[in-house]
């Protein structure tokens, strides 16, 4: 069955910060979660554009502040 | 509510109401005039007047209001009344009833009142003249005092139909204040307010009011005058919509409109309550303002320049009223979830919620909870002051 977009950045968070994918609630940010700092969000970055096979723009990458903004993020580029 | 002996020649009062299709409605059920020249859009059509014309007597009930209500009020009884109807009135027209007293005699205790009527485009459409005579409450002799001092506390929230100022009007009746709330076009969300506020315990008065008219103020300001007695705080929590517009198609027309809201409005309402609060020696007023004015958001120069006048006007009003016990205070909201943001998009939201130290957007109770400490004698060593209930995005 194929994932959900939230399921699917939510395990791409879990294994680039190399934490539990239950522990990334909504509202998951580099505030709440210590290993999100901003080298870990480069990759994170690198890592969802493999996932999904897009590229983010500059301002869409600063707009990824939070799990569920980088959700957001992720629909409109796929149209979802 | 003046007294016989304070009733001079040349005294006048207005009441303001807008005809609607309800209005006919109940004119009907109540008075069994089901006239077709009234009611049926098809037959009228037929007739050299087109549409449906409004039953003469429904505006005309409107001098019983302004007699019995206002001039002179209480204790007034109508003897005689002259009418003409000089121009149809139709459904959606504003009528303005203007009364003027043109005699009175002392020995009988009547008045000789000019009772007209005209429509929005200021067309007279009715003509009359009222005879009233006036009677006053007989006093037991045993009755205590009256005492100058107001003891419960009253509050006028400008713009209550909203949802900032639903909020606050509810907030402010659980904490022990009688309402009166003003509202434009939404009647029927004004009156289920009402029914809140009364299931609370305490009074409410509604007031469909344009506070950018002179003249409708004036009649809000006897409206609560007669039914509390005097005012403890003022709210002003009325809007517009804010449609993003950038300056290039800006017409001068869109700034207009939001100084007639947020400075006109809150002028005129001042001119007419400031005088009640001045005769206590205390009085709170709350305006609300924008987080916006602090840290502008793109395309919203309309709105963020009338805020900021607000803020001004506020701030140099808290200075002048300050020695007559008045106090003027601000409460700045970041983006609440009111109808007013129901277009913003999603994403948009989300970004503020995540740039937001509290990471959610502000609830209208949160806003309210603010203004009704500001309302409350808690506030009382605060003026010119502002209140920013943004979840901590502007820290000054």
């Given amino acids: 069955m194929t994932q959900s977009v939230p399921d699917r950045v939510r395990n791409v968070l879990s294994a680039v910060l190399g934490v539990p994918a239950d522990s990334i609630g909504e509202f998951a940010s580099p505030q709440t979660l210590e290993a999100w700092d901003s080298l870990k969000h480069m990759n994170l970055v690198l890592a969802l554009e493999e996932e999904f096979g897009v590229s983010f723009s500059d301002e869409q990458m600063l707009e990824m502040l939070n799990f569920k903004l980088i959700v957001a993020t992720v629909q409109e580029i796929l149209g979802a | ?396």
């Fill in chain 2, 1 to 396: 509510m003046p007294r016989f002996e304070e009733i001079k020649v040349g005294d006048t009062a207005v009441v303001v109401h807008a005809i609607t299709e309800k209005d006919i409605q109940r004119f009907v059920d109540l008075t069994g005039d089901d006239n077709r020249i009234h009611v049926d859009k098809e037959y009228a059509s037929h007739t050299p007047l087109k549409k449906p014309v409004v039953h003469g007597m429904l505006g005309a009930s409107f001098i019983s209001t302004l007699i019995g209500t206002k001039l002179p009020g209480d204790g007034a009884l109508w003897f005689s009344q002259s009418l003409e109807f000089l121009f149809p009135v139709r459904v959606g027209d504003v009528l303005t009833v203007r009364a003027e007293v043109l005699k009175k005699h002392d020995g009988e205790r009547t008045l000789e009142i000019r009772t007209d009527i005209y429509n929005q485009d200021n067309q007279k459409v009715t003509a009359g003249t009222a005879k009233v005579k006036v009677y006053e409450e007989e006093v037991p002799k045993d009755a205590p005092p009256a005492s100058a001092e107001q003891t419960q506390e009253t509050a006028l929230v400008i713009g209550g139909s909203g949802g900032i100022g639903e909020a606050s009007v509810l907030a402010l009746a659980g904490a022990g204040f009688d309402v009166a709330f003003t509202y434009l076009k939404n009647e029927e969300k004004a009156a289920q307010i009402k029914e809140k506020v009364e299931a609370i315990g305490r009074k409410c008065v509604v007031c469909r009011a344009d506070v950018a008219d002179e003249g409708q103020v004036k009649a809000l300001a006897q409206t609560v005058e007669r039914k509390f007695g005097g005012l403890t705080a003022i709210v002003f929590s009325a809007t517009g919509k804010a449609p993003a517009i950038k300056f290039g198609a800006l017409e001068w027309g869109e700034m207009q409109r939001h100084f007639n809201v947020h400075v006109k409005g809150t002028f005129n309402v001042l001119k007419a309550f400031v005088p009640m609060m001045e005769s206590r020696k205390y009085g709170k007023i709350v305006c609300v303002t924008s987080m916006y004015i602090e840290y502008p958001s793109t395309d919203l120069a309309p709105y963020i320049t009338a805020k900021s006048a607000l803020n001004g006007f506020s701030k140099a009003l808290a200075l002048e009223l300050a020695p007559k016990g008045i106090r003027v205070n601000m409460v700045s909201p970041g983006m609440t979830e009111t109808d007013l943001v129901a277009a913003v998009p999603q994403k948009a939201k989300m970004l503020i919620e995540a740039r937001t130290p509290l990471q959610r957007l502000s609830q209208p109770s949160d806003v309210a909870n603010a203004i009704c400490f500001l309302a409350s004698p808690q506030s009382d060593f605060l003026t010119g002051e502002t209140i920013r209930v943004n979840g901590g995005q502007t820290m000054i």
